[in-house]
């Protein structure tokens, strides 16, 4: 049974980079697509974009080119650097497996999620 | 971005109702539609993929419906652990995107 776990810092201070690690176990991460979720408190789902095994990215461009993804096939585990943040980063930030079969794609499973808040 | 639009965003009923949530997309998706469920303080879980695919594990009173633009999500008979919101989210094209959720309260 694949599970993902994230992991990073919890408080991180404004113009600073926040950074998360999500480590993927029960399936190797070269068979699929991975992607990041944010939810700020009390408010709905952000896809922020997605990686490949191979590194190939995808990222919305609501974050005006700020995040930048990578992958380690070896450690079983990618990650997401978002720099310069702001008190709108302030989030609830998931990772979980992008499943495509033919063009149709979903987000299974997910990680239990991790709190950033961004505060001086 | 295609905009996704939920309603209600909020609705109460009682455990046995049947429940029907409804999302509609700003331009035609097909059937790149899926929707998630998230209780509180827990992270989203996959019920439908593809506008009416049952994810594996999920109740059978859930079923979704719907192409093009108009999508519903049906439970059929409310029990106690689906009380919840719920969100649609397209995957025609990215950025993917959800819609605003639906909270279900008893």
């Known amino acids: 049974q694949v599970q993902l776990q994230e992991s990073g810092p919890g408080l991180v201070k404004p113009s600073e980079t926040l950074s998360l690690t999500c480590t993927v176990s029960g399936d190797p991460i070269n068979r699929y697509y991975w992607i990041w979720i944010r939810q700020p408190p009390g408010r709905g789902l952000e896809w922020l974009g997605y990686i490949s095994y191979t590194g190939t990215t995808n990222y919305n461009p609501s974050l005006k080119s700020r995040v930048t993804f990578s992958v380690d096939t070896s450690r079983n585990q990618f990650s997401l650097s978002l720099p310069s943040v702001t008190a709108a980063d302030t989030a609830v930030y998931y990772c979980a497996r992008m499943k495509w079969v033919g063009e149709e794609s979903w987000f299974d499973p997910w990680g239990q999620g991790t709190l950033v808040t961004v505060s001086s | 971005d295609i905009q996704m639009t939920q309603s209600p965003s909020s609705l109460s009923a009682s455990v046995g109702d049947r429940v029907t949530v409804t999302c509609r997309a700003s331009q035609p998706i097909s059937s790149f539609l899926n929707w998630y469920q998230q209780r509180p303080g827990m992270a989203p879980i996959l019920l439908i993929y593809?506008?009416?695919s049952l994810q594996s594990g999920v109740p059978s009173r859930f079923s979704g419906s719907g192409s093009g633009t108009d999508f519903t999500l049906t439970i059929s008979s409310l029990q106690p652990e689906d009380f919840a919101t719920y969100y649609c989210q397209q995957s025609y094209s990215t950025p993917y995107t959800f819609g605003q959720g639906t909270k279900l309260e008893i």
């Open positions: 593809a506008a009416s």
